[in-house]
């Protein structure tokens, strides 16, 4: 069974601080990595993908992978009360069927 | 807004029933996959439709089960409906050469 493991939070974050969200996989063949945000009550969205290990900045968010360590993680800098959500991390498992962790819930505190 | 919709939003049924949930793809998009989201929980993978056949399957029951239409858009069937079936069930749709998806708004399906 393919696994995405993300602890649940929720992680309390101040305003203006960097919020560091984790994700680990099992399957060693996985080759494509996404983060989503959902909103409470909405679909997710697609915030960042990223398939090369390293690192992979978009604006305030910053995605990086570790296929060695099998990890994924994305971090936020100068969070805002807007970026309060669930963090979910995607991992391909081949021929486009996406496997989703549980989500991180993501506070940031003014 | 991601071009992916979903019908209907919200809807109730009672246990036994049976519930069909409808799906139209992002244009150039010809794969559509379903997922469903108990509370507090990811989506979870149900199955994926390419080319009006399904490509791959969660550990769903065959009770749920799916079409695809040549004009790519897709229905989620769930016959005898149970309790725990209570959830948001999920479209996404992406191209068959990549791996991106994108949801639609999703149906809040309430089972009593």
């Known amino acids: 069974q393919k696994e995405v493991e993300q602890n649940s939070g929720p992680l309390s974050v101040p305003e203006g601080a960097i919020a560091s969200l984790n994700c680990t996989y099992s399957d060693r063949v996985s080759q494509s990595f996404f983060w989503y945000r959902q909103y409470s009550g909405k679909s997710p969205e697609l915030i960042m993908s990223i398939y090369s290990n390293g690192d992979k900045e978009d604006g305030r968010f910053t995605a990086q992978l570790n296929k060695a360590s099998q990890y994924v993680s994305l971090l936020i800098r100068d969070s805002q009360p807007s970026d309060s959500a669930t963090y979910l991390c995607a991992v391909d498992c081949g021929a486009s069927k996406i496997i989703f962790g549980s989500g991180t819930r993501l506070s940031i505190r003014p | 807004e991601t071009g992916v919709t979903q019908s209907p939003t919200h809807l109730i049924k009672t246990r036994g029933q049976q519930v069909t949930l409808r799906c139209s793809s992002q244009s150039g998009h010809n794969t559509v996959s379903w997922y469903q989201q108990a509370l507090g929980q990811g989506p979870q993978f149900i199955f994926q439709?390419?080319?009006?056949?399904?490509?791959g399957r969660g550990n769903f029951p065959p009770r749920f089960s799916g079409l695809q239409f040549p004009n790519y858009s897709s229905e989620l069937n769930v016959n005898a409906l149970e309790l725990d079936d209570s959830a948001l069930y999920l479209c996404?749709?992406?191209?068959?050469?990549?791996?991106?998806?994108?949801f639609g708004e999703g149906s809040w399906l309430t089972v009593v």
């Open positions: 996404a749709s992406s191209t068959n050469w990549g791996n991106t998806i994108y």
């Open positions: 439709y390419y080319r009006e056949e399904e490509n």
